[in-house]
Structures are given as structure tokens and as C-alpha cells.
């Protein structure tokens, strides 16, 4: 069997930095894998002489390096560190020297967002001679730091290239893919006279595969894929197609890593998919775990280890066996393969119930929770007599129990509200009490576990994170105390979502025949569940006034289906759809928001690579308003 030259894993010190130590631990177990090779993603991490910017305790001094690098060295590790000029350069940017540098500085409408509105300084303009002399001798100073002939400069998620003043000349005389081009040679060139091998990650090539020929075949592209795939691997940004990317590699003439990140899903399905081909290097990536200790990546990358360098196969039983080298209790180690299976060690937590929108997918949650359920009795004891890889799960679990909880609550509340069905308050209130209680338990051994892992480290990210739910209890015990029937009224929106990666925003409007409008809302509706085609969103509306009619309309990278609306008040009962009155912009079938079946009407253009490449198609509206009429 095929065995990689390079067996990777990352640790991400961008999005939560690590004590040396903790990150010596991380190497300690990654050798013991059968790794040889660890990406640090950094950002920037590294205090230099022309970056004297970030606090100590922000950052890492090139001793502080040279120590981590001779370590791994002793173990048979390789270090690589990543660091973009271009793209994910919010920490560089943050600084009041270098903000000047970024690409949206000012008042500039961007791919995402609306002039003036509050954002982080995300990109770096290429063009600006600042960017050009900071980032060519910050790179130089970080390359001279690690003896690895290679060097990762990201060039990924570059979303906002191309809208400043300098960039838009170019955009729109040559167009984005020339711009990406001209950019990535410049870089380029500056490691190789360094004698740097480029690596950088693949995405930004589903936009700009039209220069593929005029890119040096010895940058070493990795090729990152985070979802379940049966066959082939799926684009990122530009309509999920599928395709057979290692064999286009291949016939570019590129070297190539093949990245998952730490879900299994990822890590089987590109496994499999990889035993196919031949590829420089497999590589775990390990992204923003700054609300979970850094432990619940061990098991990954156990795992990993047990496919890529012992050669065995991708199955559950295979990853019982990576968590029984942290537990010797069986039931233990089956509860967490079982955890991570089902992705209870997703950096971003289940949606938690809003105060004007909800989704509506109670059977996934019920399904879900039980698994959650029987999982946390199975680890019952785990967390005082196990090793913190283990405890993490355990967090993690009732984590996601605790979400479940309160999305039930909520869901209950709403329909009390409504009048559609009378609740129990009592027992609501009995819910909220143990919905607190489990919030508290939780507080706690989260931060057992982060002071174990990350001894003297902060933790606002951990804590604003754990403040949510604080504060959707505190509403939730506010709401219990002053439902009655009545208060609300109801508007419902079923959803088709063509493309998982859309990021269009969906603006509801509700019209009252006095000629007045009322926002319902604006924003990215999305299932909480992945691959959710179908999804129901419940957004709360006024009970004191009936509405006449409803606009749905659509804006930016991608599109949006619609299936039905229907609004409830009470004392008036259900409103549907009497006719289209207005449809404007690209729009399939509105006529299909008539009846309540799963035909969808599609809003805005599918074909996202298209928007991407032209991002003045994105600020163009598309929508259609219905009448209302009593059932």
C-alpha cells in the first residue's frame, strides 16, 4: 500500500495560542502517531525586528521558536509554518501601523458587506507598496527561523481581493484570476530566492484555474475537504460540483497534500479517496479550537496515524482502537469513537434557539439527542478518572445535550406564545432550572479542563462562548414568567438551499395594507444540519396587526430557494399565498410558492464562480412578493 513521504498534522496558534509546552505535547503525540511533519499555522504569532507589535503574551519569540523546532527535530518532526500575505491577515491588520495595509481600509463595500458596516481588516491589498515591503521582510524573518525547505503561504478564502482602489483597476481590466496570479508569483519568487518550497492551499484555483498554466508546478498545492464525500471530493466555493481533483493535479504536473481536518467523515472519506492517487503528503489540519481545549484533537490525530502510517483501514473499529490508547475502559472508548463519529467535536456549537428566528427541525435534534443521551450516561465518571482527551468529549456531549434542551424550551415557549398549543409552564420553568443546572456543571468542567490544558492562558473566546448560553437561559426564564397565549404571531418560511456553500443574505418583508413595511429579517439562513436540502425557519412578527403581503428577496454570493410561507396570527388563524404581485432580478418559478409542497423557487444565480469572478452581479436584488389571504 501506498505510504505518503509526508504524514502531517496542524495546530492552529492563529486562533488560540498554546503555551511551548502545550505545543511540545502536541508534537509528543503526533510523533508517536507516525507523523513527521506539523504545520504551524501562525499567522502572526512570531514577534520579529519589523513586528514588534504583539504583546508577549500574544505571541512567540524567535527563541521561543528555535526551542520548538529543535524538539521536533529530536523527534523526527519537520516544522512548517504558515503565514499569508494576502488573506486571513486580521491580526497583522488589527494593529493601527499596518491597518492602512488592508485591502477594504475605509468606507468599501466588499463581497460580504455593505459600506460602513463594523467588520474586521481581513485581506491585505497586494498592490499597496506598504503590504509588499512589510509582509516580503516579515516572511524572510519567519523563513529564516524554521530549516525546512518549505514554507506555506495560505492564498486561501482571498474573498475581498480586488475591491480597493488600486485592486479594481486590475479586476476589471484583466480580471480577478490575473490579479491571484500576479500576487502569487510575486510571493513566489520572494521564497524561492529563500530557497523556500511553496505550499499553499488550493481553493482559490476553483476562480482562477484560467492561470493554471502561467503557476510554477513546483508550488505544492494542499487540497483541503472537510465533508463526507462517497466519491469524489467537492469544490468549495463555486457550486459544489464534484470532480476528480488528484487526477487534474496530476495532470498539471502539481505535487499535491491531500488535507482533511479532525471529523471523521473528512478523514475517512479522503482517506479512501486518496489510496487512489499518490500523494506528496496527507494532512489533519486542526482549526480554531479556542472554545475547546486543544486534547480533542488527539484522537484525530491517533487515528490518522493508525490510516496513514500503519495502513489500516478507515472503520468505527479502527477508531475505537485510536481511543482506547487514551482509556482502558472499553465503554469508555466506544462512547467517544461513537462522539466523533457523529461530529460532537465541531468547533462551532448547534445554533442556539434565537429570540426573533428558530429553526425547525426537531426530528434531527430528537434523533441527535438521544444519541447525546445514551453517550453521556456511557461516560458517566469519565471526566474524574480519565485523561483530558477524554474529558473533552465528555464536555463536548453535554454540550450538545444542553443545546437540545434549550431549543426544546424555546420551541414550546413559541407555540404557548402562538396560542397553537398550551404549554405547562410549570414544567417549562422545571426545564429552565435543569437547563441552568447543566449550564453551570458545564461552566465547570470546561474550565477544568482549559486551566489543565492551557495553564495560565486566557480564555475570552471560551467565555463569551459559555456566555451564550447564559444568556438564552436568562431569556428563556424571562419568557416563562410572561407567556401567555396570544403575544406573538408567526411567520414560517420553507426553505430549499441549492448550494450548502451560498453565502446569499435573505431580506422578509412583511406589508400591512396602510402601506407600511415591517423587516421580519436579514441575514444567512442555513440548517444546522449540513446536508440538509429542506429546512423550516420560524420567525416571530407582530399578533396586533394582519398582514396583506410578504417579500422575499435575495442578494449576494449565491442563491436561495424557497418553497412556501405561511404566516399564523392569533384570533385571525393561518395566511397563505394568494398570487404573486411583484417578482424582480433572476427568479425560477415563483409561481411554485403556492402551493405547499417541496417544489422550490429559486432567487439569484446558482452559478456562484460566476458572482465570484464578477462581484457586482452580488449586490444585484432578486425576489418576489406574495399577497396573503386567510386559509
Not at 252 to 261: I, M, Q, V
Not at 557 to 567: K, L, R
Amino acid at each position: 500500500m501506498y505510504k505518503a513521504p509526508y504524514r502531517a498534522v496542524q495546530i492552529d496558534l492563529a486562533r488560540q495560542i498554546e503555551t511551548v509546552d502545550t505545543v511540545k505535547a502536541y508534537f509528543d503525540t503526533a510523533a508517536k502517531a507516525g507523523m513527521n511533519m506539523i504545520i504551524m499555522y501562525l499567522e502572526d504569532r512570531i514577534r520579529t525586528a519589523t513586528y514588534p507589535y504583539p504583546s508577549t503574551a500574544e505571541s512567540y519569540s524567535p527563541e521561543q521558536i528555535r526551542e520548538l523546532v529543535a524538539y521536533a527535530d529530536t523527534l523526527g518532526l519537520e516544522l512548517v509554518p504558515v503565514v499569508s500575505p494576502i488573506g486571513h491577515t486580521e491580526r497583522f491588520l488589527a494593529h493601527d501601523e499596518l491597518r492602512p495595509m488592508a485591502e477594504m481600509y475605509g468606507d468599501i463595500e466588499g463581497r460580504f458587506n455593505e459600506a460602513g458596516e463594523k467588520r474586521n481588516y481581513c485581506e491585505a491589498c497586494p498592490q499597496k507598496p506598504q503590504t509588499q515591503q512589510f509582509m516580503d521582510t516579515y516572511l524572510a524573518e519567519v523563513a529564516a527561523l524554521f530549516p525546512s525547505k518549505f514554507f506555506h503561504i495560505g492564498f486561501d478564502e482571498i474573498f475581498n481581493m480586488g475591491f480597493c482602489d488600486e485592486c479594481k483597476k486590475v479586476l476589471k481590466e484583466q480580471g480577478l484570476p490575473i490579479l491571484f496570479r500576479d500576487t502569487l508569483l510575486h510571493y513566489y519568487h520572494l521564497m524561492k530566492g529563500l530557497g523556500k518550497t511553496v505550499m499553499i492551499w488550493d481553493d482559490m484555483l476553483e476562480q482562477c484555474d484560467s492561470v493554471v498554466d502561467d503557476i510554477p508546478k513546483d508550488i505544492v498545492m494542499c487540497a483541503w475537504f472537510y465533508r463526507f464525500y462517497p466519491r469524489f471530493p467537492e469544490a468549495r466555493f463555486t457550486t459544489s460540483r464534484r470532480y476528480d481533483l488528484f487526477k487534474k493535479f496530476e495532470r498539471w504536473g502539481f505535487k499535491y497534500f491531500a488535507c482533511t481536518n479532525i471529523q471523521i467523515k473528512s478523514i475517512d472519506t479522503l482517506t479512501d479517496y486518496a489510496r487512489k492517487y499518490e500523494p506528496l503528503g496527507m494532512m489533519m489540519t486542526n482549526w480554531e479550537l479556542s472554545t475547546q481545549a486543544n486534547a480533542i484533537a488527539d484522537l484525530s490525530v491517533v487515528y490518522t496515524g493508525l490510516l496513514w502510517n500503519d495502513g489500516e483501514r478507515p472503520c468505527y473499529e479502527t477508531l475505537v482502537k485510536a481511543a482506547l490508547k487514551f482509556t482502558d475502559n472499553h465503554t469508555y472508548a466506544e462512547a467517544v469513537a461513537t462522539a466523533a463519529t457523529n461530529s460532537f467535536v465541531n468547533r462551532y456549537c448547534l445554533p442556539l434557539p434565537g429570540e426573533k428566528d428558530m429553526e425547525l427541525n426537531k426530528y434531527w435534534a430528537l434523533c441527535l439527542d438521544s444519541t447525546a443521551a445514551v453517550l453521556e450516561r456511557n461516560l458517566e465518571g469519565a471526566f474524574e478518572t480519565e485523561c483530558n482527551t477524554v474529558r473533552c468529549f465528555v464536555c463536548s456531549v453535554k454540550q450538545n445535550r444542553l443545546v437540545y434542551l434549550l431549543r426544546g424550551i424555546a420551541y414550546d415557549l413559541l407555540e404557548h406564545r402562538t396560542g397553537e398549543r398550551l404549554s405547562d409552564l410549570d414544567e417549562c420553568r422545571e426545564r429552565i432550572a435543569e437547563a441552568r443546572r447543566r449550564y453551570e456543571e458545564l461552566v465547570t468542567l470546561n474550565r477544568a479542563v482549559w486551566d489543565e490544558c492551557r495553564p495560565g492562558i486566557a480564555s475570552p473566546k471560551l467565555d463569551a462562548f459559555l456566555k451564550k448560553f447564559d444568556n438564552t437561559i436568562d431569556w428563556l426564564e424571562k419568557l416563562a414568567e410572561t407567556a401567555a397565549p396570544g403575544q406573538i404571531g408567526r411567520l414560517d418560511v420553507h426553505f430549499s438551499l441549492p448550494e450548502y456553500t451560498s453565502a446569499c443574505k435573505t431580506r422578509i418583508t412583511l406589508h400591512y395594507a396602510d402601506g407600511s413595511k415591517h423587516e421580519v429579517a436579514c441575514g444567512t439562513f442555513k440548517s444546522m444540519f449540513e446536508r440538509d436540502v429542506y429546512y423550516d425557519r420560524c420567525f416571530i412578527i407582530p399578533a396586533d396587526k394582519v398582514p396583506t403581503a410578504v417579500s422575499l428577496e435575495v442578494n449576494g454570493h449565491g442563491a436561495s430557494g424557497f418553497c412556501y410561507v405561511d404566516a399564523t396570527l392569533p384570533g385571525v388563524g393561518r395566511l397563505i399565498p394568494a398570487g404573486i404581485t411583484a417578482c424582480y432580478g433572476q427568479v425560477e418559478h415563483p409561481e411554485y410558492m403556492l402551493v405547499d409542497d417541496y417544489t422550490s423557487t429559486i432567487c439569484g444565480d446558482p452559478e456562484m464562480c460566476r458572482v465570484y469572478l464578477r462581484p457586482e452581479i452580488g449586490k444585484l436584488p432578486h425576489g418576489f412578493t406574495l399577497a396573503l389571504k386567510a386559509e
